[in-house]
């Protein structure tokens, strides 16, 4: 499912009721005191490379300057200390989101990341991750800031920008 919740301020996005990442996403924005305009997107997880990478394209051209905040995680099945049983092709999907978050080398990972096995990991940052793949046209600087299994979900925050 896409579904557009609006244009508005970061205060306001909080006043309706929000999936879990966008409220998340809608937080950080007021606590870094953000106070510009604010489009927010769900993605399903089983749209198409093209799909999320023609959104990205769109999504990078609204303005002169755009910025992403893309939420999504890595996989569920990482590590001992989560409820589920780990899965080795969990540690190989997480190895490659952090090495393309870090590199900037997604359009070699994101694109092929296969929607059924992302499903069966529980990764859910595929579609927002392929989305931001067809943003990336100018962004020059790619850092990843934090790469951590919490109780067995991989969550990584990275930046890039031009």
């Not at 244009?7 to 409220?23: H, K, M, N, V, Y």
């Not at 993605?43 to 769109?58: I, K, Q, T």
């Amino acid at each position: 499912m896409n579904r557009h919740l609006g244009q508005g301020r970061p205060a306001e996005a909080t006043a309706i009721r929000l999936p879990r990442a966008l409220s998340i996403g809608a937080h950080l924005l007021q606590q870094a005191g953000w106070s510009g305009p604010v489009r927010a997107y769900e993605l399903d997880d089983a749209r198409s490379w093209s799909a999320n990478g023609e959104d990205g394209v769109h999504l990078a051209r609204w303005a002169d300057r755009v910025g992403l905040l893309v939420m999504g995680n890595g996989p569920t099945r990482v590590g001992t200390d989560g409820a589920l049983r780990p899965d080795p092709q969990a540690e190989e999907i997480d190895s490659g989101i952090a090495t393309a978050l870090a590199s900037g080398d997604v359009d070699g990972f994101f694109p092929n990341l296969d929607a059924d096995l992302a499903r069966e990991l529980g990764v859910s940052g595929r579609s927002p991750w392929q989305l931001l793949d067809g943003a990336d046209e100018d962004l020059a600087t790619h850092r990843l800031l934090y790469a951590e299994t919490v109780d067995g979900v991989s969550c990584f925050v990275a930046t890039w920008s031009p």
